[in-house]
Nanobody, 128 residues
Framework: QVQLVESGGGLVQAGGSLRLSCAAS????????MGWFRQAPGKEREFVAS????????SYADSVKGRFTISRDNAKNTVYLQMNSLKPEDTAVYYC?????????????????????WGQGTQVTVSS
């Protein structure tokens, strides 16, 4: 059974940084792409970033491009989201997600329906 556990959320002032982690278990981590999504109160869940199983391809939402960096450590079965220059509009619950498709070394899906497994989420609050 695939399990995803996020950590690293918290309260930070605008302009600050946070690093989210997602520890995966239950299958061979290095075979699968990983993604981060977020959901703010009253809004739909939205794509933030994804990374292919090899790490050769990364994708970002326009709203976070240049500020957030997704990375992975296949030896530690962990994916990270480094968030810099945080803004109040980044406030949301952040979810780690994994697809059920192995894909190529460059497969890094952007759509929520491409992901089958989700973590419980971690709250990120950015104060102005």
């Amino acid at each position: 059974q695939v399990q995803l556990v996020e950590s690293g959320g918290g309260l930070v002032q605008a302009g600050g940084s946070l690093r989210l982690s997602c520890a995966a278990s239950g299958r061979t981590f290095s075979y699968y792409a990983m993604g981060w999504f977020r959901q703010a109160p009253g809004k739909e869940r939205e794509f933030v970033a994804s990374i292919s199983r090899s790490g050769l391809r990364t994708s970002y939402a326009d709203s976070v491009k240049g500020r957030f960096t997704i990375s992975r450590d296949n030896a530690k079965n962990t994916v990270y989201l480094q968030m810099n220059s945080l803004k109040p509009e980044d406030t949301a619950v952040y979810y780690c997600a994994a697809p059920n498709t192995v894909g190529s070394s460059y497969y890094a899906p952007l759509e929520y329906y491409d992901y089958s497994y989700w973590g419980q989420g971690t709250q990120v609050t950015v104060s102005s």
